[in-house]
Structures are given as C-alpha cells and as structure tokens.
C-alpha cells in the first residue's frame, strides 16, 4: 500500500472497482487502453483507484504476484505520462468456498492490498446463498464487500436478502452507470431502493474502458445528491470509499426517509 493520506483531498473520488490493468481480463486490451481510461478516471474527478482484476472463475491465472506487477507497472507509467491518478492492488473475485483458506496463503487479493475489505462477486445467472462464505469471513476478520447487486436479477428482485447479508457483515456496492439507466430499468430502481434502505456503502464505476463502460462517477454523485441529498452522496461516493484506503471504518448509510422515485 501506498500513503494515501498525502494524496487524498477531502473531495476527491476514490474508485473501489476498476478494471484499469491491459491484457489482463475483459477491461483495456492494450497499455495505451488503460492509460486512457486511466485519464478518463481523472477527468470524472477520481484521484486514486484500486485495480480489481477478476480472480478466480475463468481467471484462475491471475495471481496476486501478477496483479500487483502490473499495478506497480501502470504506476510508472501513469507518472511518466503526467496523469494525476494512483492505482492500488485489488481483485473482483468471483465466490469460491476456498476464498478465505486462498485469501490467507496470498492466492487472492484485498483492496487496496490491505488485509481488511474484499471485494466479491456472485455469478450472474444462478442466486447463490452466501452466508456460509460471510460467517467465514467474519472469523477471519475479513469484511466482505458485494459487487453490483442491482444487476443481479434475483438480488435486485429480493432485496430482503440484501438485508440478511447485510445481518451477516457484508457491505454493498453498486455501479455508477446502474444510477443512469446504462444496465436497464431494472438495476436502476434497485439502485436506488437499495439506498433508500440504507443497504449500500459504496459506488465505484466498475469501467473497463475510456469508451466502452467508462466512468460515471461524477454523474452518479450527481444521480444520489438530486434523489438523496448530498450527505448521502458523499458518504457513498468520497467518504466510504477513502476509508477502505485509510483502512477504517466504513460509516453506515441510515434509511432516507424522504425518498421519493422520479418516474
């Protein structure tokens, strides 16, 4: 880990989940790829972003090693070329029922390499009960956070189980694009009624390219500010996001009361 603290501004954005790492999974093909959505990140106004690779799944060869290799590599490139942002080490870890025995002999990685906040994500055509998985992590210390639920059709239809992981430690993320209607009407209202419920604790872009699925993060802080009022925003846009860097806490989203849908 690098020392945040002495890059970090009060109103920067930090991006939880990004695939900002060439030829490594489905983001940037090429290293001038990411260094453009690398730009495109410090445009939208986001300071520091955690590279979060896929690992495991069909990504079984990217390592840890491989991960922060590359994150170093990008680091120096980015410094060369003058764009103001800093990358840190992460993973998008598809659930496994090894993840924690992996997660402790270094297979897979925490955000921002830190040993506290990891970044899960369930498959996309089957609901799978993850308690278990959030019961082991919480033995080890480990909070576990869940990537895009709104897109999930049956997370985004239940949100009752939302609020059982929420019972078992998990933490929530949502997409900034979900929040535009870029992933249908569907992970749009669950956005937002995930919010109203007080269930997420993060958005992040999730962006894989300067054009295709690039960042939004300015137009989704815009999105909650509008709907939520901007305590909310800049607690689930800036605030949260800085504590995985910082290694604290994460403050918790109370229930919007006042929450009215704009059809």
Known sequence: MIDNAAILQEGDFVDIHCHCLAG?????????DSLALCRALVEDGISVAIATPHQLGRYDDNTSERIRREVDRLNEGLQKNK???????????RVDERMCRLLQEDKILTLADSGRYILIELPHDVFLNIEPL???FSSIGIVPIVSHPERHNYLAQHPEIIADWLGCSAQFQITAASLLGHFGTLAERACLQFIKSGYISFVATDSHGAGRRKPYMTAAFNRIKDEFGVEVAEKLCIGNPQRILKGLDTVPVSDVADFVYKN
């Open 24 to 32: 490594i999974d489905d983001g940037p093909c090429t290293y001038e």
């Open 134 to 136: 959030l019961e082991q």
């Open 83 to 93: 764009i103001a942002l800093t990358v840190e080490a992460g993973g998008d870890i």
